[in-house]
DNA sequence: CACGTAAATGGACCATAGTCCGGTAATTAC
DNA sequence: GTAATTACCGGACTATGGTCCATTTACGTG
């Protein structure tokens, strides 16, 4: 049904040019927005004034980024690429080379320490229509790798399951009502963490 | 400064007595909701459409219950007291009575039942700015009984802190994904409730 | 280079949550 | 019973996210 090109190769990008135009205008949207957020702070800004501040129309911003979680994902997308970078390919014990459980509380440190720096970009990026952030792929490579951890570890029970506990633990949304509400030091939240990591994931 | 009436009593109602009419219009209200609810889902309900169905402005809808998530808990809330009402005075396992692990495991299992029943209204309830069902009564007293039974059952790490994970393995937002995008069994989340609290909490 | 096509644009437009306030009706004091 | 008070009412109004489409602009082609 799907018209492939049957040229040689298939086709891995769905765009095979962006217009010069438009990335200029996608570049300097999220300039503009950046500008705004530092100024004033991710909730307090509107999808109209990023538009008159980029000198863009509305259309434009919706075009490029779909919604107001778009762009602020698209905003943390630096930051975001780096971190996956890390667990991916980057050095132990976050990255491959330590052991799995080792390399899990490792993930959850960086990730605390991810809200602690763009705590409220994340709050407004995830906050969308209900469980649209579980449907999302970064929640998917998130909890992929999570999974990937448990089982290398030799965990027993359904590592799905245990993945989406483990990360509800890393939301945002909670993590920031435990430092601000709650008053609890990045510290205790650490050591919360490995000491969750290591109750329920078995040493290897 | 507050004028306490120096009567005999203090009073327990902050209305000493909600006009005739009030309670009326609330009463048609709750019950307009309910109807459009249930013939058109929690997400498709929208406020004017509330109002136009139970015959009265807009204003009166948001004086009565603040916002869109106010009235949502407002629909759930006989079954909220319900809740709340069997984990503090109901009969073992789920009130007192039964060991602490025991009373958890059985918490979270008819907490997974109520998200089976209610989960498009509890999500819809849940869903609003950033962090507040969090600050919300009902998510403190989950969040005091949680804590209740880990201290009780012995448990020896920061009980505010895992209560924080155990509800969050709860959230009716991840449940509602886990059964519908994940294909996960209801028996299949007790099973994985039920060996998670058995993993980190000590048998009494 | 001229031209046709497909993509990008912008701002008018819509839907919906939430606010405000002049008018009104229920309660209370006498 | 009547007047004064107080709480309530309703709908016009605002703010904001998101859609639509006629128009404009860049790009590949002959």
Known sequence: MEGDGARGLPMLEP??????????????????????????????????????????????????FGDRCGLMRALLDERERAFQEGFIRGSAPFGPGAPARTRLIAFGERMLEHVEIQGDLLAAA??????ARLRHSVYAAYRAHVVLLLEESGYGGEAGYLADVLLGALLSELVLFQRRELGMSQAQLRRNWGELVRALVPED
Chains 1, 2 share one sequence.
Request: cysteine-free; hydrophobic content about 40%.
């Open 126 to 131: 995830e906050n969308g229509e209900p469980g």
């Open 15 to 64: 765009v095979r040019h962006e217009r010069a135009d438009a990335a200029r205008n996608r570049a300097t949207i999220l300039i503009a927005a950046e500008g705004l957020v530092a100024e004033q702070g991710a909730q307090n800004v509107t999808m109209d004034r990023v538009a008159r501040a980029a000198g863009v129309g509305k259309g434009t911003l919706f075009r490029h």
